[in-house]
Nanobody, 113 residues
Framework: EVQLVESGGGLVQPGGSLRLSCAAS????????MSWVRQAPGKDLETVSTIRSDGTTTYADSVKGRFTISRDNEKNTLYLQLDSLKTDDTAMYYCAIPGSTYRGQGTQVTVSS
């Protein structure tokens, strides 16, 4: 059974930082592309960033230069460093396997003064 468990969300002021983690119970983790997606209230799901098995990364234009995705294949863990946070970044953040229905339960990020 695939399990993806996110952590690290919270309340932060604009301009602040957070680091999200996603622990994956996948023995094939190192071979898979992994993504962070987010959903704000009343908005569609948005792919924030993806990292391929070779380390290649992509970012949504809205977070480029502010967010950094990374992975530790030894620990089966996916990360997302969120810097220079804006109120528009407020959303539930999920880790997911692209092209599949697998997604974690999410961690809430709230950016507010």
């Amino acid at each position: 059974e695939v399990q993806l468990v996110e952590s690290g969300g919270g309340l932060v002021q604009p301009g602040g930082s957070l680091r999200l983690s996603c622990a994956a119970s996948l023995f094939t983790f190192s071979y898979l592309a992994m993504s962070w997606v987010r959903q704000a209230p009343g908005k569609d799901l948005e792919t924030v960033s993806t990292i391929r098995s070779d380390g290649t990364t992509t970012y949504a234009d809205s977070v480029k230069g502010r967010f950094t995705i990374s992975r530790d294949n030894e620990k089966n863990t996916l990360y997302l460093q969120l810097d220079s946070l804006k109120t528009d970044d407020t959303a539930m953040y999920y880790c997911a396997i692209p092209g599949s229905t697998y997604r974690g339960q999410g961690t809430q990020v709230t950016v507010s003064s």
